[in-house]
């Protein structure tokens, strides 16, 4: 049992990270349905992935070292930034979570981190 929840909590910021960032890559084709030239809509597209090359790059590095998962949180207000600065304030509410989201997986991180830590110094478990 000991092995299976060490197991899951391995895996579980590493999946979620790639759930996200597939969402981020998947969000940047909207650059596609606005009015313009195609070169106009691959600038904008390619604009748009910053936040996912960003987020990409931190997840590789952070499959070694957990501390670095932290950097999520700056692709979450990267994201933020990029979504509101052109829109009303009324679309707040439907940008805000997956910010959230990527607020909550640096978190996961963290605790991956800080549980890894405490295990290879003994601390855990009564020691």
Known sequence: ??????????????????????ILFLFA???????????DNLVDFLFQLIPFALGLIIFIIAT?????????????LLYQYFTFTDRPITSFSDRIPLSIAFYGLAIFWMIHYL????????????R
């Open 1 to 22: 049992m000991k092995k299976v929840f060490q197991t899951v909590f391995f895996l579980t910021p590493r999946v979620i990270s790639c759930f996200l960032l597939l």
């Open 29 to 39: 084709f909207d650059a596609f349905n606005q009015s313009g030239t195609l070169i």
């Open 64 to 76: 070694t070292r957990e501390w670095v998962g932290l950097g999520f949180v700056f692709i979450g």
């Open 115 to 126: 549980y890894q830590h405490l295990h290879k110094q003994g601390d855990l478990h009564g």
